[in-house]
């Protein structure tokens, strides 16, 4: 049973590499098509199974140095650095199955405009997803392109996910836990929910994670939902325009953003989540000369009311908007587990195309050090995808064999 799936599916990728509709795709399925080893058809996958050839090596040079960028205030302090699965267990032995072109880690704006791309480039691809994209906490975006009246997060996504599939793109939510390379092969493994896939080569767009306020999930999103809490200044400075707005952070990060969000209101308070304020004296200066009003932490509730949120520190605040800036979680864990270098700010290294510097593995998104913006996401997934395409060209050049309509017609009619 698992052998006719396999080969329903490995039949269903034959005919898309070949440009066959879904309707006729569905008709030759019908008829239980199977491809002699000599026919122009096996040929295709003759193709695709010979591009598992090892990549060729490349030069990795230096790592692209970091950018210009807003949030560089906003810089953590990288975990731990493992070595190349230095704690992880061996992925279990995969099936025969051809692997992928390309396994794309993560759905959000970078992947699935990746996925878009890989898909319409004709390459076997699939994306695995955790469904926890920063764009679906957003709830209405005024500074995406393209959408005047603005866009919702979830929708934006929706409209993606749509767009990548009616080209193919298989959409699998799960986690990937593990990701293995075969030095010998160039191979990819990764292991998820429905077990061990393989690919020739993986774009990591795992995004980031914001650090919360300790509040109640179901009160946050609400609160964010409505405005009330929100993270992007770059994103949404616009709408808290002459607004009284409380930042909860300190340090040089809620410095940085305390002074960023000064251009849209005159009524900026930086709030120390967890005691005292520790600032250096240059940092009070700066407070100082732009009118930044500071109070003390702890605090010890936030309560979002109707159209106002209030913050209970060493007083009582009381805010039209917050914007917590507390840091955030670069998902890094399956680029460090195939021992690619990430940079001083725990983003994944990539250089000028979003190559890393493990053959065959790219990153793209909030993930690579970068403005943290759906453009910028999609802008990279395009450039990883493109790259990821002309590099599995090298490797085996990616051609297709002129349709012969007669030999369609005959497998159809199962003569
Ligand atoms: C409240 C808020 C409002 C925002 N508003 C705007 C705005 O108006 N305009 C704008 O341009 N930007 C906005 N942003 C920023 C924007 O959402 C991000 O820049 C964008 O989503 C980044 O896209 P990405 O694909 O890199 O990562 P994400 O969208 O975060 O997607 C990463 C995906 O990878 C998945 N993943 C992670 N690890 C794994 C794994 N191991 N296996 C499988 N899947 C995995 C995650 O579950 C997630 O689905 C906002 C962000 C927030 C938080």
């Known amino acids: 049973m698992a052998d006719a799936h396999q080969a329903a599916q490995r039949l269903e990728t034959d005919l898309r590499l070949r440009g066959i509709g879904p309707g006729r795709r569905r008709r030759l399925a019908q008829t239980g098509a ?31 140095g970091p950018v210009s960028n807003p949030s560089d205030a906003w810089l953590e302090p ?42 319409r480039y004709h390459l076997a691809i699939m994306v695995v997803d955790g469904g926890k994209s920063r764009a679906a906490w957003i709830p209405t975006s005024h500074n995406h392109a393209g959408f005047p009246d603005g866009i919702n997060g979830v929708e934006l996504l929706e409209r993606m996910r749509e767009q990548a599939r009616r080209f193919g793109t298989k959409i699998e939510s799960g986690q990937v836990t593990r990701l293995e390379r075969d030095i010998d092969t160039g191979l990819f493994t990764a292991e998820w929910g429905s077990g061990p896939v393989r690919a020739r080569s993986v774009l990591l767009a795992t995004g980031v994670t914001n650090r919360r306020p300790p509040i109640d999930p179901e009160i946050h999103d609400d609160a964010m939902a409505r405005g009330l809490i929100r993270y992007c200044p770059i994103c949404d400075g616009y709408e808290v325009t002459d607004k009284r707005v409380g930042i909860i952070g300190t340090g040089e990060r809620g410095v940085a953003e305390a002074v960023f969000l000064r251009s849209y209101t005159g009524d900026v308070t930086l709030v120390a989540p967890d005691g005292a304020h520790q600032l250096a004296s240059e940092e009070l200066d700066r407070l100082k000369a732009v009118d930044i009003r500071l109070v003390d932490g702890p605090i010890t509730h936030i309560e979002p009311g109707e159209s106002t949120i209030a913050v209970q520190a060493s007083e009582e605040l009381t805010f039209d908007s917050i ?93």
């Not at 491809?35 to 040079?61: I, Q």
């Not at 493109?386 to 309509?405: F, H």
């Open 34 to 64: 199977c491809f002699p080893e000599n026919s122009r058809l096996r040929r295709v996958r003759s193709r695709a199974e010979l591009a598992t050839a090892p990549p060729a090596s490349r030069s990795t040079g230096p790592r692209a």
């Open 78 to 119: 990288c975990p731990e650095r493992r070595e190349p699965n230095a704690r992880a267990a061996p992925c279990e032995p995969v099936s025969d199955t051809p692997p992928l072109d390309c396994l794309v880690i993560g759905g959000g704006p970078a992947g699935l405009t990746a996925a878009i791309y890989l898909s």
């Open 323 to 415: 914007y917590p800036a507390l840091g955030s979680d670069t998902h890094i864990q399956l680029a460090e587990m195939v021992g690619a270098t990430l940079t001083e700010d725990c983003c994944i290294g990539v250089d000028d195309h979003q190559r890393t510097d493990v053959d065959g593995l790219y990153a793209a998104g909030d993930v690579v050090h970068g403005l943290d913006q759906i453009s910028h996401a999609m802008g990279e997934g395009g450039v990883a995808s493109t790259t990821i395409r002309n590099d599995l060209a090298k490797l085996s050049p990616l051609l297709r064999d002129p349709v012969g309509e007669e030999s369609l017609d005959k497998l159809e009619s199962g003569a």
